[in-house]
């Protein structure tokens, strides 16, 4: 009946090309073909390189001698030869494969001859695209493993360069600290000098007997204001020095200016003159980690003075100022050092970019800075040219206490 | 009954017997060396703790009905002796048996007898096919009955099993035919839309509408819920092989406009709608048991279709003695299924599913 052999035709062109697996395509193939035309057994082998691989077989049990089979058929071409008394063997070769049938000797094998040469194409097609994508999934699965060699490179280099920015980091600071004990013993000079005064005139009165009551109280106060002040220097000095990961609030203006306490006496030395823009009136607390916001200061505050190194400019200065806007306030530190190159500008916050002599710059003071404001303190860095310098901005967002 | 078997030098012995009851049968089972396969009918109470108690070693499967000799019974037991020469399996489990452990894949015949209604039988048969040597011959059938398809129907010394089979192993060759006699009524057709052993379409046309069409052409009745079983079990479904053999599936009831068969049909298959003659039905279980049985045969095992036997009705002994008549010894066992298989090794395999399965030993 010609509509069966259409329908077991169709069939088993239905079963082909169903997977991208090879394994799971062929199975499909084997079973469909083997239910539909009666064969006891079936398998396929693969014939890459001219090495047969076995891929699976259904049906019966039966070791195909393949490497006898290959010798006795003719390439693209069905062959049908004997297996035994009773049974056939139906070699089915292709581009890159070879199907093997066994079925009993009743079974006539004109019709599924034909009906599997109509479907040589279309299983060559199936079986190519199986081998592509498999070839294409080794592919991918090598270059899975090289980007994971690559990601764990690049992540014991970031370990490495974070273990190196800490280590130029600790550098700095301590370059920058002998800079400031010269600013500190600057401000102790002068409260020194006072407690020193006071109490020779102490001493010489009482030495006299004049030492009055009142002598003493003045002189007491004047020696308690001064080691307050001291004491008060030591504490900001200690502030911005250790390392601390608790979190304090802090008044906003207050940590300016003791930035700019901490800084002033070198700006005088080389006669840049600290002007305060504008400061804004209403107090402005803020939560952080206790000494990072002077970091930041201080490295700009010393950044811009640097900025005047040989350069001959009358009237140095530097402007701060503190100002709230809507949603965050702004903390500006203008120069009128006279600018960065607009080439340089976008770089000068990237790691190790600097443009000082290698012995005074580390090109991490200003990369500090931008990371500390954005990624600790939630706001933004940046720098602009002004008509005599640069202006730095930090604008920090109101925190919601 | 005891006969024995003489071929080259080879010696069967296989003894069976028909009992009334459990309780003839622990009193016939004295020796306490020997184990039994019994074949049980669905209406007699058995109770495993007597065969225990008595030391009695059984596998068994509960199946409607008996045949002994030419005569149905719907109550007893027929008892067959596993001697040194037979080899009996039984796997409580059919999808966690590993076939490499079969120490009995070389035997040239085996005769198996599952839970007809587990999901896994067409699973365990292949298995069971792509296991055993070239020219091993199978038949069999399922156990089982129809009103209660959840029961379950193995059992052993240990307890009753689902999902179970048991697997007999001679070493003898036993020649088999397996028939149907439907006849033509309908097709071909194409089956255009299923899913698993759902029909949805024929012809691109609702399955069902067309079936109900074509038997209420032939007989004038409109199958409904109510009659549907009754009146589709004259009118099964055949599908056609390459060979040109069927293969046969009943429709056991619709949803949704859907017709459910017995077992899986594949998309794009012809199928014709056949229809039952009584006359055919018994012929073809004769011409069976002439190409199963001849004048070597000493006993006739039947595996027969439950739907035959309710098609048949009052003639189904006229099917049983038409069998009967060609086996000279006048040995005949066998039982009613829920399906069969028969497979001679030289093709794939099938389940069978309306169809009379003769084995002769």
Known sequence: ?401 | MLFEYKEKGFIMNINFKYFNNQESFINYATNKEVKYLIFVASSTNILLENFNKENIKIYGAIFSHLIYKNKLYEKGLISIEISEELNLSFIKNTRDYNFDDCKYSQSKSIITVFDGFSENTENFLINLFENIDFNTNIIGGGAGVLEDKTKKVLFNNEGFFSDSAILLFLNKKIKSSSKYGWEYLSGPYIVTSNEKNLLKTIDYIDALELYKDVVKEDCGLTLTKDNFSDISKNYPIGIIKYTGDEILRDPICFENGNLILIAEIRANSIVNILKGNKNNLINAASEGAKEALDENSNLAIVFNCITRKTFLEEDFEKELDSIYKEIKTNNMIGVITVCEIANKGNKYINLLNKACVIGGI
């Open chain 1, 1 to 401: 009946m010609i509509l069966n052999k259409l329908s077991i035709s169709y069939k088993c062109q239905s079963s082909i090309g169903n997977s991208l697996k090879l394994e799971e395509m062929i199975k499909e193939v084997l079973v469909t073909f083997l239910e539909e035309t009666e064969a006891i057994y079936g398998s396929f082998y693969l014939l890459e390189n001219n090495t047969p691989q076995f891929i699976l077989s259904m049906g019966k049990k039966i070791d195909c001698k393949i490497d006898a089979l290959l010798d006795k058929f003719i390439e693209n071409e069905i062959n049908i030869c004997k297996y035994d008394d009773n049974l056939n063997l139906f070699l089915y070769r292709l581009e890159k494969g070879l199907l093997i049938f066994i079925y009993d000797e009743s079974i006539d094998l004109h019709v599924i001859k034909s009906i599997l040469e109509s479907l040589r194409k279309k299983l060559n097609i199936s079986i190519n695209s199986c081998l592509n994508v498999k070839d294409l999934e080794d592919k991918n699965l090598k270059l899975n493993s090289l980007t994971i060699n690559l990601q764990d490179k690049v992540n014991e280099a970031v370990i490495l360069n974070k273990k190196k920015d800490k280590q130029m980091f600790e550098q700095m600071k301590m370059a920058q600290m002998g800079e400031l004990i010269g600013n500190i013993a600057h401000q102790w000079r002068q409260p020194l000098s006072i407690i020193s005064t006071v109490a020779s005139a102490m001493k010489l009165k009482k030495e006299m007997d004049i030492l009055d009551n009142k002598d003493f109280f003045d002189y007491t106060n004047k020696i308690v204001d001064n080691t307050q002040l001291l004491s008060t220097t030591i504490d900001e000095f200690s502030d911005y020095i250790k390392e601390t990961s608790n979190e304090k609030e802090i008044l906003i203006q207050e940590r300016v200016k003791i930035a700019i306490k901490i800084i002033e006496s070198s700006f005088i030395m080389k006669k840049i003159k600290i002007i305060e823009n504008y400061m804004e009136k209403e107090t402005i607390y803020f939560k952080l980690i206790s000494g990072e916001l002077l970091q930041v200061l201080i490295s700009i505050l010393n950044n811009s003075k640097d900025a005047f190194n040989d350069k001959s400019i009358e009237n140095k200065w530097i402007k701060y100022s503190v100002k709230k806007e809507e949603k965050s306030f702004l903390i500006t530190i203008e120069d009128n050092a006279g600018g960065i190159p607009p080439d340089i500008l976008d770089k000068i916050f990237n790691p190790y970019f600097t443009t000082k002599h290698q012995d005074q710059g580390t090109g991490i003071g200003l990369y500090n800075c931008y990371n500390i404001v954005s990624n600790h303190l939630n706001g933004k860095l940046y720098a602009v040219n002004t008509l005599h310098g640069v202006k730095f901005t930090i604008n920090l967002p109101y925190q919601i206490s």
